[in-house]
Nanobody, 119 residues
Framework: QVQLAESGGGLVQPGGSLRLSCAASGRFSSIYDMGWYRQAPGKQRETVAVITTGGSPNYADSVKGRFTISRDNTNNTVYLQMNSLKPEDTAVYYC?????????????WGQGTQVTVSA
């Protein structure tokens, strides 16, 4: 009933930029907080950035000043603009969206997109 489609990952050199997108589709009543998470090999999944219903962003310390999260409520899409990328940013990036269907609120996850930062 709800699907999340991620795109925008790829290979980039250190200092480069990428823009990730995650679009929600299906029938649902409301979308609340939206966010990006990442998991590198041998590490636990961590929060990268979250944007609230009111549009207030919060970032992990490791990406502050380099990444920007935004949302397009008309198209039910969340973006992550990544600048000044570092090798330590290499990971699989997952989007997460909190969605209400009737009276039930649940978390939905994207399939993940690979980001590789290497010279």
């Amino acid at each position: 009933q709800v699907q999340l489609a991620e795109s925008g990952g790829g290979l980039v050199q250190p200092g480069g930029s990428l823009r990730l997108s995650c679009a929600a589709s299906g029938r649902f009543s409301s979308i609340y907080d939206m966010g990006w998470y990442r998991q590198a090999p041998g590490k636990q999944r961590e929060t990268v950035a979250v944007i609230t219903t009111g549009g207030s962003p919060n970032y992990a310390d490791s990406v502050k000043g380099r990444f920007t999260i935004s949302r397009d409520n008309t198209n039910n899409t969340v973006y992550l603009q990544m600048n000044s990328l570092k090798p330590e940013d290499t990971a699989v990036y997952y989007c997460n969206v909190k969605i209400r269907i009737r009276v039930i609120i649940s978390d939905y996850w994207g399939q993940g997109t690979q980001v590789t930062v290497s010279a």
